[in-house]
């Protein structure tokens, strides 16, 4: 009888640990760093979506994200320039900004990346 105890005891143990790993694997995969999305700085952008982002900028408050994609510098029909405002969370005005440029520059058949824009 003892011999069967000792199994049940190792195995006992065993899950334990197995538990304890997943545990540890869970909270550090629930520690792990938010989505970035990519960028482009203010004086890369071409004219117009400078001006754009300009006479935006005053609504954005500290939160506020404006997103944009272009497949031409001259072009305004291959351009897309979208910002959220009135939300609680900067990452999440990045996240509905992106969204939406995504939609716009699908219906234009623009092919560049969307980003957002940094200063």
């Known amino acids: 009888m ?3 105890w000792h199994k049940i ?3 006992n143990k065993a899950v334990k640990t197995l538990c304890l790993g997943l545990i540890a694997g869970l909270a550090l995969a629930a ?3 938010p989505y970035v999305y990519p960028g482009v700085h203010l ?3 071409p004219g117009p979506l400078q001006e754009a982002y ?3 900028k005053p609504n954005l408050g500290d939160i506020g994200r404006c997103v944009v994609s272009y497949d031409s510098s001259m ?3 291959k351009m897309v320039f979208t910002c959220s405002i009135y939300v609680k969370m900067s990452a999440v005005a990045e996240r509905k ?3 939406r440029c995504e939609q716009m520059k699908e219906k234009r058949g623009i092919k560049g ?3 957002v824009i940094k200063e």
Do not use: F, G, S, V
Request: hydrophobic residues 25%.
């Open 54 to 56: 300009r006479n935006e």
């Open 97 to 99: 900004a992106m969204e």
């Open 2 to 4: 003892t011999d069967k």
């Open 113 to 115: 990346p969307c980003r």
């Open 43 to 45: 004086h890369d952008l």
């Open 75 to 77: 072009d305004q029909e």
């Open 31 to 33: 520690h792990a760093e």
């Open 9 to 11: 005891e190792i195995m």
